[in-house]
């Protein structure tokens, strides 16, 4: 039987390419967004690759839409297997030039979407004790940056809600399995959508992924729920470290340098998705890609190596018998000196 397959966000850039990659495998695959233009497009492409689509559209902030969606998966495709909640919104903006409506949106979508699909996911997951729910997040939810603390704000409390629900599964004994996936600056359209009052046109900070390795990453994910998180490129796990070992460093880099390396030198964007999305009734579909394809990375080497911890293990293997013949030779030659 194929998978059903649950993702918000699905209409654009992480979301829409993970939609893809689920596709790919013959999913039943149910589409959540606010853009109907977006999610009709990318309903085609579940059709073409061999999947069958549904399309929902919703609003993740409010838990009433979500709990509809998720009654209309199960009517049209049988027990959802996989939720991945990816759909989010944000304002570029040093704090105080956000007003409390726009924090409150940012909230909503990016913290409180995530909490009102996992209770969904949930209310049909548990009773049957089996089912995957798949948190896409963010190095930021590790590490804030200057002009984005709404987003940075959820992407943090997302870590902590997961975190606190993992604990409340292990306790039951559930084999409902929740995990998250750490991602690191991705070209998706929302740096052409978000709600901008930076003087130059939003940018991720380099290095920059496409949307495909962060989409091959959730499915790795969804297959092997029970690791507690995965980090996906060499930035994402840099950036994890770093604030592990010297905050008060990178604070200071942060404030020198984060500024400038959110900003290319083209001009803002004219519109934006915060209340409603760009992809409505007569607007046009997005897809999975930003603007950034000429300097984005195709691959992850990490992510590479996560989804084949085998080759990690043999890696080591060959690292730690290398370090062991070198230091044999060594001390061999010590030995015949001081003889």
Known sequence: MPQTVVITGASAGIGRATVREFARRGADVVLIARGRAGLDAAAKEVESLGGRPLVQVADTSDAGQVEAAADAAEQAFGPIDVWVNCAFTSVFAPFDEITAEEYRRVTEVTYLGFVNGTRSALLRMLPRDRGTIVQVGSALG???????????????????????????????????????????????????????????????????????VAARGVVHAADHPGRKQYFIGASTLATVWANRLAPALLDRYLARTGFDSQQTDLR????????????????????????????????????????????????????????ATAKAALSRRAHANAA
Request: hydrophobic fraction near 35%.
């Open 142 to 212: 590790e590490r804030a940056i200057p002009l984005q603390s709404a987003y940075c704000g959820a992407k943090h409390a997302i870590n902590g809600f997961t975190s606190s629900l993992r604990t409340e599964l292990l306790h039951r004994g559930s084999n409902v399995r929740v995990t998250i996936v750490q991602m690191p600056a991705v070209n998706t359209p929302q740096f052409s959508w978000v709600r901008s009052r930076l003087p130059r046109h939003p940018q991720p900070v380099p290095p920059i992924y496409q949307p495909e």
């Open 268 to 323: 803002p964007p004219s519109c934006d998705n915060l209340f409603e999305p760009v992809d409505r009734p007569g607007g046009g579909d997005h897809g999975a890609h930003g603007i950034f394809d000429d300097s984005a990375h195709s691959h992850s080497f990490e992510a590479a190596l996560a989804r084949h911890p085998a080759a990690v293990a043999s890696v080591l293997a060959l690292g730690a018998g290398v370090a």
